[in-house]
């Protein structure tokens, strides 16, 4: 488990961790960090959240949006 340290003031972003240790698919809660993860080109597995009820699969081929963890298919995004 990595921690990026966002709130504090020497924080560096998940795509910059994921892009530095060569990590491709990532679970994610939050939209927000799952469209910049797929923007770098980094799969993410969206975890199914209210705040991320806006999220149209159709809208991004490198997001996959699941009910929970043990939805995860890593060989869907490969």
């Known amino acids: 488990m990595i921690f ?3 709130h504090e003031a020497n924080k560096i972003s998940k795509e910059e961790v994921c892009k ?3 990590i491709q698919v990532f679970v994610e809660d939050n939209l927000r960090y799952a469209q910049a993860l797929a923007k770098e080109g ?5 975890l199914a959240k209210e705040r991320n009820t806006t999220f149209k ?7 996959f949006r699941v009910e929970n963890r043990d939805a995860v298919d890593f060989d869907e995004a490969a």
């Not at 980094?42 to 969206?46: D, G, P, T």
């Not at 699969?57 to 997001?63: C, L, Q, R, V």
């Open 57 to 63: 699969a159709e809208e991004n081929p490198n997001i």
């Open 4 to 6: 990026c340290n966002y």
């Open 42 to 46: 980094i799969k993410s597995f969206l």
């Open 20 to 22: 530095n240790l060569g």
